[in-house]
């Protein structure tokens, strides 16, 4: 069946380092990516999604590139801030599991000053 | 704020009862997804609805039922609780389902604690 798989946490960076947070996924056809955001105490937010192969997603600085070949969708950010601080997860969604979105495990970042 | 209302916030009950959560959906969005989310577990999505019929049903006990009404709120039912069951419960709409251009917003969760 269809599963995203990302990078364990939790995942601590200075202010201004750069962020990569890995996600590959499997998944037939061609489904839709997307990255959430989860902020403590608060529910889920859409933070970039790609919807076909080589789309570039991008928000708030953030972006991801939707590689077909390595099935992968990593999360990428220049320069993180504390205020980034949040567990990120990575979902798919595909005809084939009805639409539904799978996520993966979620990564815990957190940036200190 | 997402436009997903999701009711109560927090929820504390003992073992053996019954409980049910609620969500309004945003204004015209006809999907609604449950998912679970446990410490140990990640998000694990529970069954979906789409205007008013159940489209789609993962891992969801069959102590735990829901259904989505003609106005296309939503309630989960949760009954002969455990402590197991103890997690945050997050209801997320869509405009139909989640795929190209369409995306699904989530609820704030309801926290449930099993005493």
């Known amino acids: 069946g269809n599963s995203v798989t990302q990078m364990e946490g939790p995942v601590t960076l200075s202010e201004e380092a750069f962020l990569t947070i890995n996600c590959t996924y499997t998944a037939t056809g061609y489904p839709s990516l997307f990255w959430y955001v989860q902020y403590p105490g608060e529910g889920l937010q859409l933070l970039l999604k790609a919807t076909k192969a080589d789309d570039k997603g991008s928000n708030k600085g953030f972006e991801a590139t939707y590689r077909k070949e390595t099935t992968s969708f990593h999360l990428e950010k220049g320069s993180v801030q504390v205020s980034d601080s949040a567990v990120y997860f990575c979902?798919?969604?595909?005809?084939?599991?009805?639409?539904?979105?799978?996520f993966g495990s979620g990564t815990r970042l957190l940036v200190r000053p | 704020d997402s436009g997903v209302t999701q009711t109560p916030k927090h929820l504390i009950t003992a073992t053996g009862q019954r409980v049910t959560l609620r969500c309004s959906p945003r204004?015209?969005?006809?999907?609604v997804y449950w998912y679970q989310q446990s410490l140990d577990q990640g998000l694990q999505f529970l069954i979906q609805y789409y205007n008013g019929e159940e489209r789609a049903k993962g891992n969801i006990l069959e102590r735990f039922s829901a259904q989505q009404f003609p106005d296309l709120h939503s309630e989960l039912n949760l009954s002969s609780l455990e402590l197991g069951d103890s997690a945050l419960y997050f209801c997320?709409?869509?405009?139909?389902?989640?795929?190209?251009?369409?995306?699904?917003?989530f609820g704030q969760g309801t926290r449930l604690t099993v005493v």
């Open positions: 997320a709409s869509s405009v139909d389902v989640v795929g190209v251009g369409t995306e699904a917003f």
């Open positions: 979902a798919l969604s595909a005809v084939d599991s009805s639409y539904k979105l799978i």
């Open positions: 204004s015209g969005d006809l999907s």
